[in-house]
């Protein structure tokens, strides 16, 4: 052995031992990129599933066999169950067989069809609670239009609860797969000169290739074949030192694996390619997870896409990033030109400030409000916002979300319960044998729980006066009250004194009432004008006043008993005063008066209402309730009124 061929081989492994070094540095910058693609892709699912789990309503998505496929975690807070109980389930199993077949299936059938199901009911939460909720029933479409399923969205529209994470990510994808170098020719057949042992993931040895026993090219996938030759050719027609391809290659088992293929080009001292070394890395489990969050993420679109409500996301500082069809809908504008605007540039010039400053000032937890927003042609639309911070599951801030409400039917309905409530007060103030009785009621929220009426008993010379107090406010508190009404008229036109017609209501008011937290207040009383005498009962009530100008005092018809609702057993005590005299004034009202606050948080008080009752003694009883309202007004304000407010007041003329 001569000294040349030393020399000659030591230069030979110095070569090796560079091109192995570059290959090494190469394989620690794509495995970088590889980490980066792919915390890119988790964040972007992270977006969609978390637009999903954060939204305030119980959301499910069930396939035509009627088996829920997702549901969020407000639907199993709602009914009580747990994912396990409900993934992959029957409907039938989930929710009971008598539900699903009456009141269910048929919804969820006429919505196969392609038709979206809007309606209102009452439900049962876990708790025991009826529940009034909005429930819709939306086709969910795969991109190519097929319907696959149905979208079912549960809305408390009683109360609303801020929706937490229902769904999680149950496998997390580390990308750590082992790596193959090679080295082979640049000039065909382009045999492969170096092959790392890590090739045995593939069934194979490097002496395999190194051999020719099989060439590299027999491992790649018949329907990537063409493409790669095709690309290498215009590498090399292009003369390009550097490239990446992704294809596939079939194990010596068969199994299919994608690789990411990196490629350098080795060059002379004259600049010529002699040869190509690179680096394979298997992303077979990144290419099944990027097509697994593809899918989930294309789902999790789908359904914010399908949703019935309107769906905007923001940045932090509000401007709009995307918008679902239902929200375009709802503001009457393209979708395409949404983007970029601000929340608020579509309300009105009454609501825009106020939108701006909730979503200016919203930095973390959740905010509920009515406001207007205007559509192009001019037609303001009443909406609910729940809006929230929209956070990835590390905690940080993506942004800002809104789920969109159009309160347009609900409204009508509302004004619809209003006015028949309206329609069972009295209609004008009375004057029944020297007795001047005017009354008034005004509900916080359009229909509310507050009652009074005046009526003829059964005993001739005789009628009735009472106020009434519904626990809660709102159409429930108004549908209870209608009911207490028809079954006190209809019980008052009987025999009986005051106490057993307030029995017999209380009976009748227990038997649907007790367990479910709902009581009424009442203070009942009938006077005879003959005598001037009164009776009554007070159910949980503040007593009636009674202000004599003579004595320039203010006296309380006081007396005992639970409001009603409360337990069916009670029994309740008649009271009598007699002498009701000429100049004398009964008032009969609710806590909402005495218990208004204004800006200041001070409480207007019993002892207001009686100074303007005394300053008014000499005026009419419509005239008194004129007065009384109108200083009520003058205390509160601007301030928003968080009860009813009803007064009667009676006056001896």
């Given at each position: 052995?001569?000294?040349?061929?030393?020399?000659?081989?030591?230069?030979?492994?110095?070569?090796?031992?560079?091109?192995?070094?570059?290959?090494?540095?190469?394989?620690?910058?794509?495995?970088?990129?590889?980490?980066?693609?792919?915390?890119?892709?988790?964040?972007?699912?992270?977006?969609?599933?978390?637009?999903?789990?954060?939204?305030?309503?119980?959301?499910?998505?069930?396939?035509?066999?009627?088996?829920?496929?997702?549901?969020?975690?407000?639907?199993?807070?709602?009914?009580?169950?747990?994912?396990?109980?409900?993934?992959?389930?029957?409907?039938?199993d989930v929710l009971g067989g008598d539900r699903f077949a009456s009141f269910i299936q048929p919804r969820f059938d006429k919505a196969l069809t392609g038709e979206t199901i809007e309606f209102t009911s009452w439900l049962t939460n876990?708790?025991?609670?009826?529940?009034?909720?909005?429930?819709?029933?939306?086709?969910?479409?795969?991109?190519?239009?097929?319907?696959?399923?149905?979208?079912?969205?549960?809305?408390?529209?009683?109360?609303?609860?801020?929706?937490?994470?229902?769904?999680?990510?149950?496998?997390?994808?580390?990308?750590?797969?082992?790596?193959?170098?090679?080295?082979?020719?640049?000039?065909?057949?382009?045999?492969?000169?170096?092959?790392?042992?890590?090739?045995?993931?593939?069934?194979?040895?490097?002496?395999?290739?190194?051999?020719?026993?099989?060439?590299?090219?027999?491992?790649?996938?018949?329907?990537?074949?063409?493409?790669?030759?095709?690309?290498?050719?215009?590498?090399?027609?292009?003369?390009?030192?550097?490239?990446?391809?992704?294809?596939?290659?079939?194990?010596?088992?068969?199994?299919?694996?994608?690789?990411?293929?990196?490629?350098?080009?080795?060059?002379?001292?004259?600049?010529?390619?002699?040869?190509?070394?690179?680096?394979?890395?298997?992303?077979?489990?990144?290419?099944?997870?990027?097509?697994?969050?593809?899918?989930?993420?294309?789902?999790?679109?789908?359904?914010?896409?399908?949703?019935?409500?309107?769906?905007?996301?923001?940045?932090?500082?509000?401007?709009?990033?995307?918008?679902?069809?239902?929200?375009?809908?709802?503001?009457?504008?393209?979708?395409?030109?949404?983007?970029?605007?601000?929340?608020?540039?579509?309300?009105?010039?009454?609501?825009?400030?106020?939108?701006?400053?909730?979503?200016?000032?919203?930095?973390?937890?959740?905010?509920?409000?009515?406001?207007?927003?205007?559509?192009?042609?001019?037609?303001?639309?009443?909406?609910?916002?729940?809006?929230?911070?929209?956070?990835?599951?590390?905690?940080?801030?993506l942004g800002k979300m809104a789920f969109i409400s159009d309160l347009t039917e609900t409204k009508k309905a509302l004004a619809l319960a209003e006015e028949v409530q309206r329609s069972l007060f009295p209609h004008e103030h009375l004057?029944?044998?020297?007795?001047?009785?005017?009354?008034?009621?005004?509900?916080?929220?359009?229909?509310?729980?507050?009652?009074?009426?005046?009526?003829?008993?059964?005993?001739?010379?005789?009628?009735?006066?009472?106020?009434?107090?519904?626990?809660?406010?709102?159409?429930?508190?108004?549908?209870?009250?209608?009911?207490?009404?028809?079954?006190?008229?209809?019980?008052?036109?009987?025999?009986?004194?005051?106490?057993?017609?307030?029995?017999?209501?209380?009976?009748?008011?227990?038997?649907?009432?007790?367990?479910?937290?709902?009581?009424?207040?009442?203070?009942?009383?009938?006077?005879?004008?003959?005598?001037?005498?009164?009776?009554?009962?007070?159910?949980?009530?503040?007593?009636?006043?009674?202000?004599?100008?003579?004595?320039?005092?203010?006296?309380?018809?006081?007396?005992?008993?639970?409001?009603?609702?409360?337990?069916?057993?009670?029994?309740?005590?008649?009271?009598?005063?007699?002498?009701?005299?000429?100049?004398?004034?009964?008032?009969?009202?609710?806590?909402?008066?005495?218990?208004?606050?204004?800006?200041?948080?001070?409480?207007?008080?019993?002892?207001?209402?009686?100074?303007?009752?005394?300053?008014?003694?000499?005026?009419?009883?419509?005239?008194?309730?004129?007065?009384?309202?109108?200083?009520?007004?003058?205390?509160?304000?601007?301030?928003?009124?968080?009860?009813?407010?009803?007064?009667?007041?009676?006056?001896?003329?």
């Amino acid at each position: 052995m001569n000294d040349s061929f030393v020399d000659d081989r030591l230069v030979s492994l110095e070569t090796e031992n560079t091109a192995l070094r570059d290959a090494l540095c190469k394989l620690k910058r794509h495995c970088a990129c590889n980490e980066n693609a792919h915390q890119d892709t988790l964040r972007r699912t992270m977006v969609y599933e978390n637009l999903f789990t954060q939204s305030p309503d119980a959301i499910v998505l069930a396939g035509k066999n009627y088996r829920y496929l997702a549901v969020n975690q407000m639907f199993c807070r709602f009914f009580g169950l747990s994912q396990e109980e409900v993934a992959g389930k029957h409907v039938a199993d989930v929710l009971g067989g008598d539900r699903f077949a009456s009141f269910i299936q048929p919804r969820f059938d006429k919505a196969l069809t392609g038709e979206t199901i809007e309606f209102t009911s009452w439900l049962t939460n876990a708790e025991g609670e009826e529940r009034y909720s909005m429930v819709k029933y939306v086709p969910y479409r795969e991109e190519g239009g097929e319907i696959t399923g149905i979208i079912i969205s549960v809305r408390d529209i009683t109360t609303l609860k801020e929706a937490t994470d229902a769904l999680r990510l149950a496998k997390v994808i580390i990308d750590n797969s082992p790596v193959v170098l090679y080295r082979r020719k640049a000039e065909p057949p382009r045999e492969l000169v170096y092959v790392s042992d890590s090739i045995q993931k593939f069934g194979y040895t490097p002496e395999d290739f190194l051999q020719g026993k099989i060439s590299f090219g027999e491992l790649i996938h018949p329907d990537d074949i063409e493409r790669v030759q095709e690309e290498l050719a215009n590498f090399a027609i292009g003369g390009a030192s550097n490239y990446v391809q992704e294809y596939r290659l079939r194990s010596k088992s068969g199994e299919i694996h994608w690789v990411d293929d990196k490629t350098v080009a080795v060059t002379d001292e004259d600049g010529v390619i002699t040869d190509y070394q690179g680096i394979l890395v298997c992303i077979t489990e990144r290419k099944q997870a990027e097509e697994a969050l593809r899918l989930s993420e294309a789902k999790f679109r789908r359904i914010i896409e399908t949703a019935g409500e309107g769906f905007i996301m923001t940045d932090n500082d509000g401007r709009i990033l995307g918008v679902n069809n239902a929200f375009a809908e709802l503001v009457g504008i393209p979708r395409e030109t949404v983007r970029n605007h601000y929340p608020w540039d579509f309300g009105t010039s009454n609501s825009s400030g106020f939108i701006k400053s909730v979503f200016t000032q919203l930095q973390s937890g959740y905010s509920q409000f009515e406001t207007q927003l205007r559509r192009p042609s001019g037609i303001d639309v009443s909406t609910l916002f729940h809006a929230s911070i929209l956070r990835a599951t590390d905690g940080n801030v993506l942004g800002k979300m809104a789920f969109i409400s159009d309160l347009t039917e609900t409204k009508k309905a509302l004004a619809l319960a209003e006015e028949v409530q309206r329609s069972l007060f009295p209609h004008e103030h009375l004057d029944i044998a020297g007795f001047d009785i005017a009354g008034r009621c005004l509900p916080c929220e359009g229909a509310g729980g507050d009652y009074y009426d005046y009526f003829p008993a059964h005993t001739p010379g005789v009628f009735g006066v009472v106020v009434g107090d519904v626990s809660g406010h709102g159409v429930d508190a108004a549908l209870l009250m209608t009911m207490a009404r028809g079954f006190l008229r209809m019980r008052a036109a009987q025999a009986g004194d005051v106490d057993m017609v307030v029995n017999d209501l209380n009976r009748h008011l227990a038997s649907d009432l007790v367990g479910s937290g709902r009581f009424m207040t009442m203070f009942y009383m009938t006077i005879d004008t003959e005598t001037g005498g009164l009776q009554w009962v007070r159910a949980g009530h503040d007593p009636a006043m009674v202000y004599d100008p003579v004595e320039d005092a203010f006296s309380e018809l006081i007396g005992r008993g639970l409001p009603l609702g409360v337990d069916d057993s009670i029994s309740y005590t008649p009271y009598a005063h007699h002498g009701f005299r000429q100049g004398q004034i009964l008032a009969l009202g609710t806590d909402g008066i005495w218990e208004a606050r204004n800006a200041a948080g001070a409480m207007y008080g019993k002892e207001r209402l009686r100074d303007v009752i005394r300053y008014n003694s000499g005026c009419t009883a419509s005239q008194i309730l004129d007065a009384v309202y109108a200083d009520l007004d003058s205390f509160v304000q601007d301030c928003t009124v968080n009860d009813d407010i009803t007064l009667v007041i009676i006056r001896v003329s």
